[in-house]
């Protein structure tokens, strides 16, 4: 079923164009991603539609925004239904909506982790995040991995390891960034959680099904930052994303973040995982992916699929932890407002109702063998990887160099996928992985005629 209700008269492509240069600022202008842009009209579940009304499966899911499915009914009816009756109470009012939600959120998570400060964004949740670790140990200094994204506020800049994000003015100080454990392109290659593993064999003597011993030399790099770089060897806090986003679907060695956690308790850190992207059962074994990591951060912080879309975000953590903050007060407008919360918990339930964590399961192992498939074909495919329904196709040059595949080539690829009717994403240091999240309620004849689209354009580049 299509939706076909269209609110508002659409502005012509020329008129958009027209005020997109005028009014916009350049920055958004830039982020534009095919040469020829897609005017989006409307769109529904797995689906976007353009202004002609050709159809496009969203592989990319907004940008990894869209949990559930656009325009889900329930979600939608949720929010309209939310709209209706209350659109704006912050916390000096008491309201159902809120309480509902944290109530909702808090029983997905583990052990402690039960209290819940909602925000907008995943920059603020990472903002506060910061500021907790700092306030609750004393220390000041944080560590992030390379090729990490986190934000874009000016601590979550300062955050991010990754040079495309970094503004030339002076961002936050106080942030250290650890060689990234990459299994694929990194100093040592290494065995993941991925149902493929890569085309270059981990070299590592004694893996086990939970650790792969690569990662105990990811580890000594960060051994190494406590040694040289942190006053007396402490910390404040460790972020993480249990798998790299924008980075480009990197996956580390099996029981590095573990190993990694452990060294930052010992150190009086507190673990951060960044589940932004890989949260709320995309990876398809567990609701959060740090779960798969075999570890319980002490704060986890969550947004884009959390409310499919809509402007919300949150961060979770301990009771002990959260208590730091009440030396002074601490605010937030929008944060946690009803609209918000109305829609998230539809969100959550839809997860449940639908069972879409196992179909994330079953559906993203079977695309990442297929696509793995398509790997074995064709030589600039070097890589496939992820978990569930969050994969990573990395093209280079040559399979035994790694050496990236040229922006213009990637540039091309990307613009036959869309003509193709799929729209994907590119992550990487380099730009040169596609990254595939789509909506958590696609289908497999979807998945089937993707394979066959993204396999023809592939082999007409190799
Ligand atoms: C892992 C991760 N953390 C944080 C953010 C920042 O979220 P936002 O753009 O909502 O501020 C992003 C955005 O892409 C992200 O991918």
């Excluded at 030339?168 to 290494?190: I, K, Q, R, S, V």
């Excluded at 406590?226 to 679907?249: C, D, H, N, R």
Aim: net charge positive; aromatic share 8%.
């Amino acid at each position: 079923m299509r939706s076909t209700r269209v609110l508002r008269q659409a502005l012509s492509v020329e008129e958009l164009n027209k005020i997109r240069v005028a009014n916009l600022h350049p920055s958004i202008r830039k982020g534009t991603h095919f040469k020829e842009p897609l005017v989006v009209k409307n769109a529904y579940m797995q689906y976007i539609y353009d202004t002609s009304g050709k159809r496009y499966l969203d592989l990319l899911g907004g940008i990894v925004t869209v949990s559930v499915g656009h325009c889900h009914p329930k979600v939608n009816d949720a929010l309209f239904q939310q709209a209706k009756n209350l659109w704006h109470s912050a916390n000096i009012h008491l309201n159902s909506p809120v309480h509902e939600y944290a109530a909702k959120l808090a029983a997905t998570l583990p052990g402690d982790l039960k209290v819940v400060y909602p925000v907008n964004s995943g920059s603020e949740a990472n903002d506060l995040a910061v500021l907790m670790a700092r306030v609750v140990t004393g220390n000041f200094d944080i560590i992030s991995l390379r090729n990490g994204y986190h934000g874009m506020s000016p601590i979550t800049m300062g955050l991010t390891g990754h040079s495309t994000w970094k503004q030339t003015a002076p961002h936050y100080f106080g942030f250290h960034h650890t060689m990234l454990p990459d299994c694929y392109n990194g100093l040592w290659a290494g065995c993941r959680d991925s149902p493929v593993q890569p085309d270059r064999k981990c070299e590592g003597s004694n893996c086990t099904s939970t650790h792969c011993t690569s990662a105990d030399k990811y580890v000594q790099q960060l051994q190494e930052i406590f040694m040289y770089t942190l006053p007396q060897k402490k910390v404040a806090g460790f972020f993480i994303e249990s798998i790299q986003g924008v980075g480009g679907v990197v996956q580390y060695p099996k029981g590095y973040v573990k190993k990694a956690f452990e060294l930052v308790r010992q150190n009086g850190g507190v673990c951060v995982s960044d589940e932004v992207q890989t949260g709320f059962g995309r990876t398809g074994d567990s609701f959060w992916h740090f779960q798969d990591h075999g570890v319980i951060p002490d704060i986890v912080t969550m947004a884009k699929g959390i409310a499919n879309g809509f402007p919300m975000a949150a961060v979770v953590t301990t009771p002990k932890i959260a208590e730091c903050l009440t030396g002074a007060a601490h605010f937030n407008t929008f944060g946690g407002n009803p609209m918000g919360c109305a829609v998230a918990s539809a969100v959550l339930d839809v997860i449940q109702e639908e069972k879409l964590q196992e179909h994330c399961k079953t559906l993203g192992t079977y695309m990442i063998h297929e696509l793995n498939k398509i790997r074995e074909e064709v030589p600039i495919v070097g890589d496939v990887r992820g978990k569930g329904l969050m994969i990573g196709i990395e093209m280079v040059k040559s399979k035994e160099t790694r050496e990236a595949l040229p922006a213009d080539k990637m540039a091309e690829i990307f613009e036959d996928l869309k003509n193709g009717g799929l729209i994907v994403g590119r992550g990487g240091f380099f730009g040169n992985t596609f990254r595939l999240s789509p909506p958590m309620c696609i289908q497999k004849q979807d998945v089937d005629s993707a394979l066959e689209t993204i396999r023809q354009v592939f082999k007409k580049y190799a």
